[in-house]
């Protein structure tokens, strides 16, 4: 062999071996994970959530109470829950032998409103098993979702009465009883 072709071969091996280091390298790169660039860098600082106020210790807040599990009461008007009108008979019904009309409910909350203070419903609506139990008549409104019987603790039956007559609605007042029975016209 003579220098000229062992200056040859020697070039191609050299040839050989830089491209197989640039290639060996280049699979190298790719399989490592690309570093973040600046911008990246960047970006991910912007997207980190800001950081929590940190709460003083002794702090005065109370710490929340755990969410109930109920679902809110389904209400009748602002301060009365339309279960404090559901038929109260052993079974009977389900409680809903039908809807109490809106227009009484409104004219209760009203009476309510007047007087400040709470109001007890001892009867909203009845199916017709609880409204014999209770010796009511036959036509009872009471059985239509149009009548309650009521009191306020504090007030009298004669200032109960009056009052619910002006707000609109028809009163039997039971003043031995101490309630009222009020009703509007189905
Ligand atoms: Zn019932
Ligand atoms: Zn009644």
């Known amino acids: 062999m003579n220098t000229y072709k062992k200056g040859?071969?020697?070039?191609?091996?050299?040839?050989?071996?830089?491209?197989?280091?640039?290639?060996?390298?280049?699979?190298?790169?790719?399989?490592?994970?690309?570093?973040?660039?600046?911008?990246?860098?960047?970006?991910?600082?912007?997207?980190?959530?800001?950081?929590?106020?940190?709460i003083p210790t002794g702090a005065t807040e109370e710490p929340k109470a755990p969410e109930p599990e109920q679902r809110e009461p389904l209400m009748a008007s602002s301060h009365f829950a339309m279960e404090e009108y559901r038929c109260d008979c052993a079974g009977c019904c389900d409680g809903w032998p039908c809807a109490m009309r809106p227009e009484l409910l409104e004219k209760i909350e009203a009476l309510r409103c007047y007087f400040g203070r709470p109001v007890i419903i001892t009867s909203g609506v009845r199916c017709e098993a609880r409204n014999e139990e209770v010796g009511g008549v036959s036509w009872s409104f009471h059985t239509r979702g149009c009548a309650a019987d009521l009191y306020c603790p504090g007030i009298g039956v004669g200032d109960l009465a009056q009052t619910a007559k002006e707000l609109g609605m028809n009163v039997l007042p039971y003043y031995s009883s101490g309630y009222i029975h009020v009703e509007i016209i189905p």
């Open 8 to 54: 040859v071969v020697f070039t191609l091996i050299a040839a050989c071996a830089l491209t197989a280091l640039v290639f060996l390298g280049r699979l190298d790169r790719e399989a490592a994970p690309p570093a973040p660039t600046a911008e990246q860098a960047v970006e991910q600082t912007l997207q980190e959530p800001p950081a929590e106020p940190e």
